[in-house]
């Protein structure tokens, strides 16, 4: 099940000395623009990441404990929008609500305190993030 070719990768892997299995997922948000008629100028990949959730979704078949690990590019934001808008903020924020409604909670690095912030510093950012 894949919306995008290119956009969502997966793999089984075992572990030989248990025999444990779980799922490894890539995904990358692809950048979308607008329909032209909107005369917007925008870009987003958020669309992108709610299609990626939908085709994971097809890795699913328990309510709890499932193995995957998902990594990979959303081109979004966790828990701010550019430049402060609460806009974007609410809508990169609907990507990571359906993420958890999955039973897949973010564990990313997160500054401060989860590792060593971007240099130079995005002007998208507030510094506190």
Do not use: C
């Not at 890539?26 to 032209?36: D, F, H, K, Q, T």
């Not at 039973?103 to 990313?108: A, N, P, R, T, Y």
Request: no cysteine; net charge neutral.
């Amino acid at each position: 099940m894949i919306s995008r070719l290119g956009s969502i990768a997966a793999a089984v892997i075992r572990i030989p000395e248990t025999m444990e299995e779980f799922t490894v997922v890539s995904l990358y948000s692809n950048w979308e623009r607008p329909l032209r008629q909107t005369g917007s100028g925008w870009i987003y990949a958020d669309a992108s990441a709610h299609r990626l959730i939908s085709d994971l979704s097809s890795l699913i078949g328990q309510q709890k404990k499932h193995r995957i690990i998902v990594a990979g590019d959303l081109n979004i934001l966790y828990g701010y929008g550019e430049y402060g808008s609460t806009y974007w903020k609410r809508r990169y924020d609907t990507v990571f609500d359906r993420f958890f409604a999955l039973g897949l909670s973010f564990v990313g690095p997160q500054a401060p305190g989860g590792g060593v912030q971007a240099s130079p510093w995005p002007s998208e950012l507030p510094k506190e993030s």
